[in-house]
């Protein structure tokens, strides 16, 4: 990094002292300039898909891109899939989160080449089956999927048929769970909540009332720690057990999430996109921003810029 000139420094003093020192600090930067001074054109086109942990990595590394490198960021709600769309359409520059897409990865960065995957961001993903934990202190042998069948007629619901109801998210989230109850011959039928705040709200109400309930859920999720969901043992899951989606019959994987960026992003010289590049924090972070959002109502930009105040280290390694 440069140093800054004579002139320059006294232009930032002088910012600082109208903005007051606070602004300084962490607020934002009005003439959008970098730390070296340089003006940053780049607005960066963020896909933030439906879930409350994806908004808060967004939302994160949005705001220091605009608070500390001075370039703008357009969030743009989008499905995963269609968030991928974006990379050719060039109306997507980055997918902060990727849980692990092998058909889409293989379009876009394989094949077509219109994106880039720049790693790792710290977060682990795991998808899982779960029951609430009253579920299991009276019936201790429901974690086993081998036990569901005998105790499928208590998840009975309206929806599902005459047969147990295993409650699934949004649509456009990865699953293998229609598959998983074919194939291990499971005498129920996934029912779709529409969204992971009914997901959400199912789990706790089902908690609270003491009312059956067996669904899909995920780590890293800041609700774990207000209802500490167990986790139902499918097969263990083996490198390669869910090749083929229609014959998934194992658990489901650990992902390692992702930051997929678009190529053109990547190669721009733009600072964010080397912040992006180097923006990795933890599943307890995530969830640290999350529950700020979800749980304590912040706008996801103020939950941002809390815990961007509390961790400037972090931050800092981001923009360095």
Wanted: glycine letters at 8%; aromatic letters at 10%.
């Amino acid at each position: 990094m440069k140093k800054m000139s004579k002139r320059a420094r006294l232009t930032a003093l002088a910012a600082c002292t109208a903005l007051a020192l606070s602004a300084c600090g962490g607020g934002g930067i009005k003439d959008n300039k970098t730390a070296s001074g340089k003006k940053c054109d780049t607005t960066v086109n963020m896909a933030v898909n439906p879930w409350v942990g994806y908004e808060a990595s967004a939302h994160v590394i949005g705001q220091v891109i605009t608070q500390k490198l001075g370039c703008k960021v357009a969030y743009k709600d989008l499905a995963e899939q269609v968030s991928w769309q974006g990379f050719a359409k060039g109306t997507v520059d980055v997918v902060i989160e990727d849980w692990g897409h092998p058909d889409l990865y293989k379009k876009y960065i394989t094949d077509t080449k219109v994106a880039v995957d720049e790693g790792t961001q710290g977060n682990v993903g795991q998808i899982g089956w779960y029951v609430p934990p009253w579920m299991v202190k009276k019936y201790p042998d429901i974690t086993d999927y081998k036990n569901l069948n005998k105790y499928a007629k208590l998840f009975k619901t309206s929806e599902s048929g005459g047969k147990g109801q295993f409650l699934d998210g949004d649509p456009s989230y990865v699953t293998n769970d229609e598959a998983l109850v074919k194939n291990l011959k499971l005498n129920f039928k996934v029912v779709y909540a529409g969204s992971e705040a009914a997901l959400i709200t199912g789990f706790r109400q089902a908690e609270k009332s003491k009312k059956p309930l067996i669904g899909y859920f995920y780590a890293p999720q800041w609700f774990l720690s207000e209802v500490p969901l167990v986790h139902v043992n499918l097969p263990k899951y083996t490198a390669g057990c869910d090749k083929v989606p229609a014959k998934v019959a194992c658990d489901y994987a650990s992902t390692p999430l992702k930051k997929i960026v678009a190529k053109k992003f990547a190669d721009s010289g733009s600072p964010a996109a080397a912040a992006i590049k180097n923006f990795k924090w933890t599943n307890d972070d995530q969830n640290v921003v999350a529950k700020y959002i979800a749980a304590d109502k912040m706008s996801p930009d103020a939950a941002a810029d809390k815990w961007i105040k509390d961790n400037p280290d972090k931050v800092a390694a981001w923009t360095k």
